[in-house]
């Protein structure tokens, strides 16, 4: 069950708020809603749902409500109309001094512009969410060193916020949330005052955090770059209402309308795109099944190499025709003494971007491989290429049911699914080796 859900949740300003909800309801425009009744329409129908441990970005541009929405899953602004359930809590329903207990021990904010005490040293700042919590000054001490600690600013827990870089500001703000050991942090724009460099710092560093304490995190932001790099998901909203919700790759593959694509037009794909997403499934044999079996799959599948795994599954190397052919030529039972160890590899969360390099110095795939060695997929050139181009179907989930796709040498004449290809087009050619046949015209 997801730990954050929002259903149905509407917020309107203005004196009479449930008299334009009708409106609302109807679909009626913000601007026609302001026209006729002179409220404003924030959040209209969002219905979400935030997994625990996730980083979920709610963006858009000034005015499409995602600040408004933030603030309505810890009834800092109320809602007009739905639900915020919290581990299926109905958190809309509770009374004012549950609500509070909530706020302090299950909530934390981290805000754009620091919201720091200036008369309270970098420690006391850090301390004050402990201290009006009631924890006594040894825990709340000792609990604040540890979150500067956290994001490195112990040495500084004397000075005062105006002898700090915007930079280090906000990481007193953002230690000063993690000091509460909430489980929730609520981040509105939280880098967004920041200078580039330092930004990119931040959000680094917020990564680094998140690998490290899996809180759940809802961040908003207007920037999609932000958005992309931060987000296990995006929820896109506009006038109100959410457009989109996806991962990131899905945003840039598949915009739900052309305000979404607005957004992507100028992303630099190869920094979004990982080799999860255009990688396919190997061909593969084993190193016992010696260089015939590795031959006839060749033949069969009209390849020019395949992948050569343990019984695991976890990568051994790589053979090509030539190589097996004259291995059964010499008589060899396995394929041990023609299995090519320096097969290029990465991780199937390596972006385009790093993957790029890899995949120029070599003529085969790249073999996918997870965190245990075992060979996932692989990737080719050409499929680097069509993701730089933005001309990719993000891959299904496992187990969807879609065909797996073979691979050939990663020379330019193979197609996307590794099938063999000449230049000039036509299907490979065969020769003779013996008793055996390999298909080659892929080489």
Same mark, same amino acid.
């Given at each position: 069950?997801?730990?954050?859900?929002?259903?149905?949740?509407?917020?309107?300003?203005?004196?009479?708020?449930?008299?334009?909800?009708?409106?609302?309801?109807?679909?009626?425009?913000?601007?026609?809603?302001?026209?006729?009744?002179?409220?404003?329409?924030?959040?209209?129908?969002?219905?979400?749902?935030?997994?625990?441990?996730?980083?979920?970005?709610?963006?858009?541009?000034?005015?499409?409500?995602?600040?408004?929405?933030?603030?309505?899953?810890?009834?800092?602004?109320?809602?007009?109309?739905?639900?915020?359930?919290?581990?299926?809590?109905?958190?809309?329903?509770?009374?004012?001094?549950?609500?509070?207990?909530?706020?302090?021990?299950?909530?934390?904010?981290?805000?754009?512009?620091?919201?720091?005490?200036?008369?309270?040293?970098?420690?006391?700042?850090?301390?004050?969410?402990?201290?009006?919590?009631?924890?006594?000054?040894?825990?709340?001490?000792?609990?604040?060193?540890?979150?500067?600690?956290?994001?490195?600013?112990?040495?500084?827990?004397?000075?005062?916020?105006?002898?700090? #870089?915007?930079?280090?500001?906000? %990481?007193?703000?953002?230690? !000063?949330? $993690?000091? /509460?050991?909430? @489980?929730? +942090?609520?981040?509105?724009?939280?880098?967004?005052?920041?200078?580039?460099?330092?930004?990119?710092?931040?959000?680094?560093?917020?990564?680094?955090?998140?690998?490290?304490?899996?809180?759940?995190?809802?961040?908003?932001?207007?920037?999609?770059?932000?958005?992309?790099?931060?987000?296990?998901?995006?929820?896109?909203?506009?006038?109100?209402?959410?457009?989109?919700?996806?991962?990131?790759?899905?945003?840039?593959?598949?915009?739900?309308?052309?305000?979404?694509?607005?957004?992507?037009?100028?992303?630099?794909?190869?920094?979004?795109?990982?080799?999860?997403?255009?990688?396919?499934?190997?061909?593969?044999?084993?190193?016992?099944?010696?260089?015939?079996?590795?031959?006839?799959?060749?033949?069969?599948?009209?390849?020019? #190499?395949?992948?050569?795994?343990? %019984?695991?599954?976890?990568? !051994?190397? $790589?053979? /090509?025709?030539? @190589?097996? +052919?004259?291995?059964?030529?010499?008589?060899?039972?396995?394929?041990?003494?023609?299995?090519?160890?320096?097969?290029?590899?990465?991780?199937?969360?390596?972006?385009?971007?790093?993957?790029?390099?890899?995949?120029?110095?070599?003529?085969?795939?790249?073999?996918?491989?997870?965190?245990?060695?075992?060979?996932?997929?692989?990737?080719?050139?050409?499929?680097?290429?069509?993701?730089?181009?933005?001309?990719?179907?993000?891959?299904?989930?496992?187990?969807?049911?879609?065909?797996?796709?073979?691979?050939?040498?990663?020379?330019?004449?193979?197609?996307?699914?590794?099938?063999?290809?000449?230049?000039?087009?036509?299907?490979?050619?065969?020769?003779?080796?013996?008793?055996?046949?390999?298909?080659?015209?892929?080489?």
């Amino acid at each position: 069950m997801a730990q954050i859900v929002v259903d149905d949740v509407y917020k309107l300003f203005g004196p009479r708020p449930h008299e334009a909800l009708a409106l609302a309801r109807a679909g009626r425009s913000k601007d026609e809603i302001l026209r006729r009744t002179g409220h404003t329409l924030a959040v209209a129908g969002v219905s979400l749902a935030i997994e625990k441990g996730e980083i979920f970005v709610i963006m858009g541009l000034s005015g499409s409500g995602k600040s408004t929405l933030l603030r309505c899953l810890n009834r800092l602004v109320e809602p007009t109309a739905g639900r915020i359930l919290l581990d299926g809590e109905d958190v809309t329903a509770l009374p004012p001094r549950a609500l509070l207990q909530l706020r302090r021990e299950r909530f934390a904010m981290v805000f754009q512009h620091f919201a720091l005490l200036p008369h309270r040293t970098v420690l006391g700042n850090v301390e004050y969410g402990l201290e009006v919590r009631g924890v006594d000054a040894r825990r709340r001490r000792q609990r604040a060193l540890e979150a500067l600690e956290t994001v490195g600013l112990a040495q500084w827990a004397d000075s005062y916020p105006g002898e700090l #870089s915007g930079g280090m500001r906000q %990481r007193v703000g953002l230690a !000063r949330a $993690l000091a /509460t050991d909430a @489980d929730i +942090l609520l981040m509105d724009e939280a880098f967004s005052a920041l200078d580039p460099l330092i930004r990119r710092e931040m959000q680094d560093e917020l990564l680094q955090l998140q690998a490290e304490l899996q809180r759940t995190i809802v961040f908003i932001t207007h920037d999609l770059s932000e958005a992309l790099k931060l987000g296990d998901r995006i929820a896109i909203m506009r006038d109100g209402r959410v457009v989109q919700v996806d991962t990131p790759e899905g945003v840039l593959a598949r915009p739900a309308d052309d305000y979404v694509a607005s957004f992507t037009e100028d992303v630099d794909r190869s920094k979004v795109f990982t080799a999860r997403t255009v990688m396919r499934r190997p061909e593969t044999v084993r190193e016992s099944d010696g260089p015939r079996v590795a031959l006839r799959k060749m033949e069969e599948l009209q390849l020019s #190499s395949v992948f050569v795994v343990d %019984r695991e599954r976890r990568l !051994r190397g $790589l053979v /090509t025709a030539d @190589d097996a +052919l004259e291995a059964a030529r010499r008589g060899e039972r396995t394929l041990a003494a023609v299995v090519r160890r320096d097969v290029p590899t990465c991780s199937p969360e390596t972006t385009l971007r790093d993957l790029i390099p890899v995949i120029a110095r070599s003529p085969w795939p790249v073999a996918v491989v997870d965190e245990r060695g075992r060979l996932v997929g692989l990737v080719a050139r050409v499929q680097v290429l069509a993701g730089m181009a933005g001309e990719v179907a993000v891959n299904p989930p496992e187990g969807s049911g879609e065909p797996a796709q073979a691979h050939g040498r990663d020379d330019g004449a193979s197609t996307a699914g590794g099938r063999s290809q000449s230049a000039d087009g036509g299907a490979g050619q065969t020769r003779e080796g013996g008793d055996v046949s390999v298909a080659g015209g892929d080489r």
